[in-house]
Nanobody, 118 residues
Framework: QVQLVESGGGLVQAGDSLRLSCAAS????????MGWFRQAPGKEREFVAA????????NYADSVKGRFTISRDNAKNTVYLEMNSLLPEDTAVYYC???????????WGQGTQVTGSS
């Protein structure tokens, strides 16, 4: 079992930057791939970014590639999402999730709201 708590959301303007954090507790953090997902109003939840257990591999949705950076600090059991050049369409609830060894994401946080304006 892994418990995940996101933080760092807020109201931003186009072009702003924001860093989300997700603190994990419970099982051994390094056993889990970590991902960020988001869900905009009226839309399906979508993948944003993921990082491997060691932090050495990352992948991104095309919509955020070059603007967002996912990273993890295994000493702090925390994963981050650095978001730059924010757009109004980045408005969503952002969720942190954990996947045991790259399989299905089975543990989810409660989400943090990011609201962008033009």
């Amino acid at each position: 079992q892994v418990q995940l708590v996101e933080s760092g959301g807020g109201l931003v303007q186009a072009g702003d930057s924001l860093r989300l954090s997700c603190a994990a507790s419970g099982d051994t953090f390094t056993n889990y791939y970590m991902g960020w997902f988001r869900q905009a109003p009226g839309k399906e939840r979508e993948f944003v970014a993921a990082v491997s257990c060691s932090g050495g591999r990352t992948n991104y949705a095309d919509s955020v590639k070059g603007r967002f950076t996912i990273s993890r600090d295994n000493a702090k059991n925390t994963v981050y999402l650095e978001m730059n050049s924010l757009l109004p369409e980045d408005t969503a609830v952002y969720y942190c999730a954990a996947s045991r060894n790259g399989g299905q994401y089975t543990f989810w946080g409660q989400g943090t709201q990011v609201t962008g304006s033009s």
